[in-house]
């Protein structure tokens, strides 16, 4: 599996965005994707996750509501809207794939990773 993602860029605080994930080669359909994201000095954090199927989510706490994850099997894409956005959203963000059991909030359980997209928020 190989993940694209894409749709970073510069934006204000407030600001909304969306990034997307396309995989290619075998489908994703039977992965749990998630979105991570890695700020200078700091390690990859969880954001957000969906099980296979793309009616289950999960959310990092800190977000209260800003972002949704959902995910198209179809397309083999997995978008994240970000809403509302804040100085400290500012990250690398990736799209990763997990054949585990259940979504999981760590990194190192991730089979595929795609290469990131920056994101930068100005205020």
């Known amino acids: 599996v190989q993940l694209q993602a894409s749709g970073g860029g510069l934006v204000q605080v407030g600001d909304s965005l969306r990034l997307t994930c396309t995989a290619s080669?075998?489908?994703?359909?039977?992965?749990?994707m998630a979105w991570f994201r890695e700020a200078p000095g700091k390690e990859r954090e969880f954001v957000a996750g969906?099980?296979?199927?793309?009616?289950?989510?999960r959310y990092a706490d800190f977000l209260k509501g800003r972002f949704t994850i959902s995910k198209d099997n179809a397309k083999n894409t997995v978008d994240l809207q970000m809403s509302t956005l804040k100085a400290e959203d500012a990250a690398i963000y990736y799209c990763?794939?997990?054949?585990?059991?259940?979504?999981?909030?760590?990194?190192?359980?991730?089979?595929?990773w795609g290469q990131g997209t920056q994101v930068t928020v100005s205020s």
């Open positions: 990763g794939a997990t054949s585990r059991a259940d979504i999981s909030e760590f990194a190192d359980d991730y089979d595929y």
């Open positions: 080669g075998p489908t994703i359909i039977y992965y749990h």
């Open positions: 969906t099980t296979w199927s793309g009616k289950i989510p």
